[in-house]
């Protein structure tokens, strides 16, 4: 989009007010994954020092002061376990079904990377993906959704990317190093061409951040809270680089890097209108762009002077269907190859064709019930310990999510900067359950649990076995209250705690792979999301934000 | 009354029925649970972001100045911006149309072809197994839920056989029709042929229940017809007993077959959406259920307000026909 389509830039200014994380959590959107530089087993391992043994009994405050922002991030997770501000549920799964003729397999931050994709057969050669919607054109900086990303990084790449689990992977730059607080410098990589033909250059590369973060550079960009904390861009004097400022420390920025910004051709840009850029393409990437019919089919070919070797399929063709069903039915009937989002019921259907399968991997979203921490009977941490306990998680992961789940025990899900690997879900044991109620003095209790419909797979059922469970409790009675979407996100949303349901069922999507990026806007007293307060969590947040990852 | 009255008469309330289809629709944004803001903003927004994409969007403004400002904009062929792409959403909206007009035509042309005919056999045939078939035939064909339908041709006829595409649009019937001027009939015939393979099921599922309520109205209507005494009087002149139905009895029971084709084609635009979803046809229908899962409220405006126009249009088209026809309705 260009300058000169002022009236379309006012009307969208909005959208560059969307946070990073929350694309995810409202639309179930993916971006990048993996940990910050330097840790072989993310997350794994105990909150540091590691000498010291767990004792029972023994609580986060007690233990030795953490020396890394991950053992910081470790411990902040360890108090929310041990308090239980959330009934803790479960990671999603992203649920794919791959037609036999291909190779590939699921990412856990939901990019479907054709690049990575192999034929089996002859067939396999020319593939087609079927999403659940299509892109919102093609500029890669002015959108914020999955689909559209699934289409537009074909064709486009970043300075960093992402393995299949999550790990930080050198792209259009081959080194990267932090020079001192709020500047990091990017070493841009040689020999790498544009789809024109154009070489990428670092002023290419200044100008693709500074279109993003800077609104008075082309566009209002969607994507400037992606790149949360970064004012700018510059190419260093005399060098292949280009070096990046934050306001503060970013301790994540290297992790932001490999999650967003994509890199296109300055000059392209500037010679074209923001209508042309949105229905062409000019990126560095392995397929470029044959047809575009918005609303209905992307087409693209091989790019076959790609800076790494070419892709092994020839052509790629991106479509949509919203119901599920019609998905399946193009991938039975062989007219798609790889399709998203299969609901529990189909899989079966997937699974017992002869030509498919189903591809599955941990998505970036944690289910939970937040319990409001000001409130009766969720003020008692007895009490919220006692939830936990009174749910059979393994039972629902299994029974109400066909498996396409894992039970969660902490905040941060497994493979983030700042997991803590110590800490296990909370076993089933209604006894120690009623035990607890009757210890918080809210023995006799009635609770209501708030639930979305619809907006998460199979929210209500999930909301249902978690009642049941409570309300089988002989000193607890719990029901579920459905409600719409917006208007339970409304009340959580609004800033003021007092408006929020005393018990809610909520999803949350953190594409940064870093511990982060839940809890503070979803933990800390501060957070705009906020249903809990704890000093000593709230400290360890902090401490864990004035030191940098790669350390 | 005179003709051209009649019509400036119709037309006018046709305008407040679209009024009236503009201010229910801008208003049921504001009867749903949560604000147009929450569908935008960040979960993790500030109160302070909320209220700056609010003024963004004109939401912080009282419901009659952003109703008017609506309704000026309208006029004017501005129907807003939508909230997840920017792009225009009259644009976006009417670029979707000719997918569903054409998926409309389809299948009404089944329709009319298929039950015509059916229903003058079973009102000519009455009481024999003909008639059976056809009466049968359409009590299924009313009862049948049109998603089902779909998606069952879908497993038969796609999944099942490979006949059919299972869903989307290879091609426009116009651009079709293009490639066949412009680059000859080999090219231009298989485009024809992929046209055709993926318009098939879609309009055949949304026909169905047009088909059988049109065959059994011209069933009962021939059947009332040819007991008038006018029937009577053409016999006993000695006319052909096909002159009799198709020339007198027919035509006659085309009047009110016609307001009812009308009226459905108008449904047809709007009640393609179920249909057009399960067949990934990339029509209005689509577009409203994208809209509504994101809660893009402009284009949910845009597409209603067509789709209602449509429909009032489509109406005056068929009360300016019937009068022409009947001149008894003007003079009423």
Not at chain 1, 205 to 231: C, F, H, K, M
Request: hydrophobic share 40%; proline share 5%.
């Amino acid at each position: 989009m260009s300058d000169k389509d002022s009236a379309d830039v006012s009307r969208r200014k909005f959208l560059g007010f969307a946070g990073a994380a929350t694309a995810t959590a409202v639309a179930g959107c993916g971006g990048g994954g993996g940990t910050e530089t330097g840790t072989d087993e993310p997350g794994g391992g105990t909150d540091e020092p590691t000498d010291e043994p767990t004792e029972p009994g023994e609580t986060a405050t007690e233990r030795p002061e953490p020396e890394t922002r991950d053992g910081y991030l470790q411990r902040a997770n360890r108090v929310a376990h041990e308090q239980a501000p959330w009934v803790f549920l479960n990671r999603q799964y992203s649920v794919y079904g791959k037609s036999d003729d291909i190779e590939w397999q699921a990412r856990a931050d939901e990019f479907i990377d054709a690049y990575a994709i192999t034929p089996a057969n002859d067939d396999g050669d020319d593939v087609v993906i079927n999403q659940s919607q299509m892109d919102s054109g093609l500029d890669p900086q002015d959108h914020r959704a999955t689909p559209t990303d699934n289409i537009v990084m074909q064709a486009y790449e970043k300075l960093l990317d992402r393995d299949r689990e999550g790990g930080i992977l050198e792209s259009l730059a081959d080194d990267y190093s932090r020079q001192e607080n709020g500047r990091v410098r990017f070493h841009i990589r040689d020999g790498v061409s544009f789809h024109s033909g154009d070489n990428l250059t670092p002023e290419d590369v200044a100008y693709s951040i500074n279109r993003i973060v800077d609104p008075e550079v082309g566009i209002a960009s969607p994507q400037q809270d992606q790149l949360a904390g970064v004012t700018g861009a510059e190419v260093v004097d005399g060098e292949r680089a280009v070096d990046v400022m934050s306001s503060g420390l970013n301790p994540i920025v290297f992790s932001l890097f490999a999650s967003y910004g994509p890199i296109m051709n300055k000059s392209w840009v500037q010679s074209n209108e923001g209508s042309y850029i949105n229905q062409n393409m000019d990126g560095t990437g392995p397929f470029v762009l044959e047809t575009y019919e918005q609303g209905v089919e992307v087409v693209f070919n091989r790019n076959d002077n790609y800076w790494k070797e070419a892709a092994e399929i020839s052509t790629l063709t991106m479509r949509a269907s919203s119901e599920s069903s019609t998905r399946v039915n193009s991938l039975l009937s062989e007219e798609s190859d790889i399709i998203v989002n299969v609901p529990p019921q189909e899989v079966s259907r997937v699974e017992q064709n002869d030509s498919s399968s189903i591809a599955a991997a941990p998505s970036t979203r944690v289910i939970f019930n937040a319990m409001r921490y000001d409130v009766e009977p969720f003020d008692s941490a007895e009490f919220r310990q006692a939830v936990n306990y009174a749910i059979d998680l393994e039972s629902i992961v299994e029974n109400v999510l066909s498996t396409f789940g894992d039970q969660t025990g902490q905040p941060t899900l497994d493979g983030y900067f700042g997991y803590n690997g110590d800490l296990d879900p909370y076993p089933y044991d209604p006894d120690q359950a009623e035990t607890l109620v009757e210890e918080s003095g809210y023995g006799g209790v009635e609770v209501e649990l708030h639930t979305p419909v619809g907006r998460y797979l199979n929210d209500v059922q999930i909301a249902q076995a978690v009642a049941g469970y409570l309300d089988d409790l002989e000193n607890v009675t719990a029901s579920v209250n459905q409600r719409d979407f917006q208007a339970l996100a409304s009340e959580v949303t609004d800033g003021d705690i007092e408006t929020s349901p005393h018990w809610y069922l909520l999803g949350w999507g953190n594409t940064t792979f870093d511990a982060s990026q839940t809890l503070i806007p979803l933990l800390t007293s501060d957070g705009n999301l906020t249903s809990w307060s704890n000093e000593e969590f709230d400290r360890l947040v902090s401490e864990a934000q004035s030191l940098p990852s790669e350390e | 009354m005179s003709y051209g009255r009649f019509l400036l008469k119709r037309g006018l309330q046709g305008v407040v029925v679209v009024w009236g289809v503009v201010t229910i629709v801008f208003m049921l944004r504001f009867i749903t649970p949560g604000s147009a803001v929450d569908a935008v903003a960040p979960l993790d927004a500030s109160p302070e972001l909320r209220e700056r994409i609010a003024e963004e969007l004109g939401l912080d403004q009282p419901l009659y100045v952003q109703y008017l400002d609506y309704l000026w904009e309208l006029l004017q062929g501005d129907m807003g911006y939508s909230y997840i792409s920017g792009i225009e959403a009259s644009q976006m909206v009417f670029s979707k149309l000719p997918a569903t007009l054409e998926l409309a035509v389809v299948s009404s042309i089944i329709a009319i072809g298929l039950s015509i005919p059916l229903g003058v056999i079973s009102a000519t045939r009455r009481h024999e197994p003909a008639d059976y078939a056809a009466t049968t035939f359409s009590l299924v064909g009313i009862s049948t839920p049109n998603f089902w339908l779909g998606i069952m041709l879908i497993l038969l006829l796609s999944v099942q056989f490979g006949i059919f595409p299972t869903s989307g649009r290879a091609f426009g019937f116009a651009e079709a029709f293009r490639i066949l001027l412009n680059q000859g009939p080999g090219p231009g015939a298989n485009a024809m042929w992929q046209w055709l393979r993926h318009i098939t099921l879609p309009a055949v599922t949304l026909g169905t229940y047009f088909t059988a309520l049109i065959t059994r109205l011209t069933r009962s209507g021939m059947l009332e017809e040819l007991g008038q005494s006018y029937v009577r009087a053409t016999r006993a002149k000695g006319l052909p007993e096909s002159m009799v139905r198709y020339k007198h009895a027919l035509r006659n029971t085309l009047i009110p077959v016609i307001t009812v084709l009308g009226l459905q084609l108008g449904t047809l635009i709007g009640g393609a959406v179920i249909t057009e979803s399960v067949f990934a046809w990339p029509g209005l229908g689509t577009t409203l259920i994208n809209a509504i899962n994101a809660r893009d409220w402009p284009i949910l405006q845009a597409t209603l307000v067509v789709i209602g126009s449509g429909f009032v249009i489509v109406n005056l088209v068929v009360d300016a026909i019937y009068a022409y026809l009947d001149p008894q309705v003007v003079a009423e």
